[in-house]
């Protein structure tokens, strides 16, 4: 009826000798009262329309997801995300100001007055902010070292020296600019790095002239200058190249964190040789200039009167006199070497004790971090969504959480790190990723790191509530993205083995200390309701399999029928295409019992049940299958809290190889930092755990390093 009714029933022109003119005939569907006003059936004087056997309205879909916005106060609303990525060379600050310069202009043009529009993330924003801190941090910087260098050469000798600084930064963003560099974060820390080092070539240059002016006052100043110059400029080239050598090596670490270190082994050593040039070029030319005045007289160095000259002589007197006595007495030579020796080695072991904690890179403060909820298969999305409602009220009791978005069934506006964590997967029904925005840093005492522990511990209470319900936490990472901070990866083509080798490590994992938030990828055992079509029944009947199919598709899943053409109302604008959906309704379509609602039609006329043809079977539900590198995986996976992953892997290693394979049977067949393999020889079942994360990353930096490092010290 709804398709015959909506329809093109003809379309043909009326031609003359001027002109044709095209004639439409249709039944078009205009709203939703028309398409309730088709007539169903008439038989005898009785007429019965489409909305006397349905409810017939225009709205949206049967709800499946909820995207919504909650402030401290507890005011929430529904919100659509608009999502922004800028192109790349693009400068990242400019894109976003343009962005909020045009959205501003449609404000009550395009975007009605009456819609309240939010900027949730503006990486611009945050560029410029960690960019103008660290630009200020590099002011500082130079300020104070053009103060060291008045208090130890003199006002003219430091301001020599010091106009090598900006100097060396405009070559350095210049050469950058040439090889297509760009100015970020690693880019500033490296120029920080580096910047004591970009005056020593302009101080020992400088010195060396004013030393040759004080002992040769009678001599041409030109001549004193090239002899000052010559004589230190082997030197100075030696020492360059073996310092810039130095941080080459980083260059050469692979992975992720190779694009992190990339600018550092670009711009100091290229600081480090403009430093150099201009050290043999402009300075002794400043120098020349400035000749003409008194460097290297008394008045300039009239700072040698002073109280902290005299305090350096006397601890250069007292060096010099220890240094005489280290060469002069053999003994306390073999003392003083065998000391150095000593604390030598107790440095390289102070990382591996709680003295000093090592981690690959310290947390960083962020102003976000995100909860994971995930319910038990097959729980509805209301049910999730309560569950949320819960989870958030708790979230905004914490001090320093100022409010947060909560995405039910539907993934997260995916970031870096939601990209390697799969966030765009988590579109189920009994999902739900919330993301706490955090008051900013600078208008709180406690860092994000803080806050999550404290709201970890707050959610216990939650889920004494809500047992069935799993809640992580996840924080944006200071450097590289993982999967999970802490991850075993359990490898096998025997799917049995793989589940029991995990069900074993996970208890080792929990206890454990500083790994929470403890999750494995071992999918829920369970049933589905599964039917076969009785084909003898169905045949004798004259029903096929695919009306079967097709009649509770339309139940259950609803099926499009028409499009529809909202002609009535011209104002509204629709990008997208309209359906005219029929479906049974929810409460019609809840229970196993409701099949026995759907009938069919059989090639005599006679209805029949959906029931009466079918046959129920129940079935396993399906499972996904994770691999890795080709083989089959599962993972334990954990979050770190109050402790580096490099000393809970340290603790589980030990269990790692003395691990055997569930049964008992089975040895270790090799181990590695990286984790450890076993067999069984007389089944031949074999299974690998691998360890990932954070530890994987931070071993391939360091092994990286420590071989460009042995590298770069042979060189130099």
């Not at 403009?274 to 160095?301: C, M, Q, R, W």
């Not at 870096?416 to 919330?434: C, D, M, W, Y």
């Not at 590289?480 to 025997?494: A, E, G, H």
């Not at 892997?649 to 393999?677: E, H, I, N």
Request: hydrophobic share 45%.
């Amino acid at each position: 009826a709804i398709s015959g009714a909506h329809d093109v029933y003809t379309s043909d022109t009326l031609r003359s000798d001027e002109k044709n003119t095209v004639v439409n005939v249709r039944g078009s569907i205009t709203d939703a009262d028309a398409l309730g006003d088709i007539i169903v059936r008439h038989t005898g004087g009785n007429i019965v329309r489409l909305r006397d056997i349905a409810a017939v309205s225009y709205g949206p879909g049967e709800i499946t997801d909820y995207v919504r916005k909650t402030s401290k106060d507890g005011k929430g609303a529904a919100i659509v995300h608009i999502a922004l990525s800028k192109l790349k060379g693009a400068n990242s600050t400019d894109v976003a100001s343009g962005a909020l310069e045009r959205l501003d202009a449609q404000k009550g043009r395009l975007i009605p007055a009456d819609t309240e529009v939010s900027i949730l993330n503006d990486e611009g924003r945050t560029a410029s902010d960690e960019i103008g801190k660290l630009t200020s941090d590099l002011a500082k910087s130079i300020a104070i070292v053009g103060i060291l260098l008045y208090v130890f050469l003199g006002k003219k000798n430091a301001l020599i020296a010091s106009i090598s600084i900006p100097l060396v930064l405009l070559a350095v963003f210049g050469t950058g600019l040439l090889f297509g560099q760009t100015v970020n974060r690693i880019t500033l820390f490296a120029l920080i790095l580096s910047l004591g080092l970009l005056v020593d070539d302009a101080i020992v240059v400088v010195e060396n002239i004013a030393r040759y002016f004080r002992l040769y006052p009678d001599e041409k100043r030109l001549t004193l200058i090239i002899r000052a110059v010559d004589e230190v400029g082997g030197a100075l080239a030696l020492s360059t190249f073996t310092m810039a050598l130095a941080f080459v090596p980083m260059a050469f670490v692979t992975g992720m964190m190779g694009p992190y270190m990339g600018p550092i082994p670009f711009f100091v050593p290229v600081a480090l040789f403009a430093s150099l040039i201009f050290a043999v070029t402009i300075n002794p030319f400043l120098a020349y200039v400035f000749a003409k005045g008194s460097i290297g007289s008394k008045d300039e160095h009239s700072y040698e009167s002073g109280a902290f000259y005299r305090l350096i002589k006397r601890i250069e007197g007292r060096y010099a006199s220890f240094l005489s006595s280290l060469i002069a007495l053999p003994g306390k030579r073999r003392r003083f070497l065998a000391g150095t020796f000593a604390i030598l080695i107790l440095s390289l072991i102070l990382p591996f004790t709680p003295l000093v904690p090592f981690r690959m890179l310290p947390k960083a403060d962020k102003d976000q971090f995100y909860a994971y909820l995930d319910m038990p298969d097959g729980t509805s999305v209301d049910r999730t969504d309560a569950v949320t409602r819960a989870l958030e009220h708790e979230m905004l009791a914490e001090d320093g959480i100022e409010s947060v978005e909560s995405f039910v069934g539907q993934s997260q506006v995916i970031d870096f790190n939601g990209l390697f964590k799969g966030s765009s997967g988590r579109v189920l029904e009994h999902q739900a990723t919330i993301k706490a925005h955090l008051i900013h840093h600078t208008d709180r005492s406690r860092t994000s790191e803080e806050i999550a522990t404290g709201l970890r511990h707050r959610l216990d209470a939650l889920l004494a509530d809500y047992p069935d319900a799993t809640i992580r936490l996840v924080e944006d990472p200071p450097g590289p993205p993982v999967l999970s901070t802490f991850l075993l990866k359990v490898k096998s083509n025997d799917d049995a083995l793989r589940e029991r080798i995990v069900r074993d490590f996970e208890p080792l994992v929990r206890a454990t200390r500083g790994i929470v938030d403890i999750d494995t990828s071992l999918p829920e055992r369970g049933l589905k309701l599964g039917y076969r079509v009785d084909q003898e029944k169905a045949g004798l009947l004259g029903i096929a399999p695919r009306e079967i199919v097709s009649a509770l598709h339309t139940a259950l899943s609803g099926s499009s029928v028409r499009l529809y053409h909202a002609s009535a109302r011209p104002d509204l604008r629709k990008p997208e295409q309209e359906y005219i959906v029929v479906r049974f309704s929810p409460e019609t379509r809840s229970d196993e019992r409701d099949l026995s609602l759907i009938m069919l039609t059989g090639t005599n006329g006679v209805r029949v049940p959906l029931t009466e043809v079918i046959t129920r079977t129940d079935e396993t539900v399906d499972t996904p299958i994770a691999s890795d590198e080709r083989e089959r995986t599962d993972y334990v996976s954990g979050e770190m809290e109050g402790r580096s992953v490099i000393y809970a892997v340290l603790d589980l290693f030990p269990k790692l190889l003395d691990y055997r394979l569930p049964d008992g049977s089975g040895t270790l067949v090799s181990w590695s930092p990286l984790g450890a393999s076993y067999e069984d020889p007389a089944t031949h079942r074999a299974a690998s755990i691998e360890i990932g994360g954070e530890w994987k990353l931070t071993l391939e930096v360091f092994r990286d390093l420590g071989i460009a490092m042995g590298l770069a010290i042979f060189l130099i």
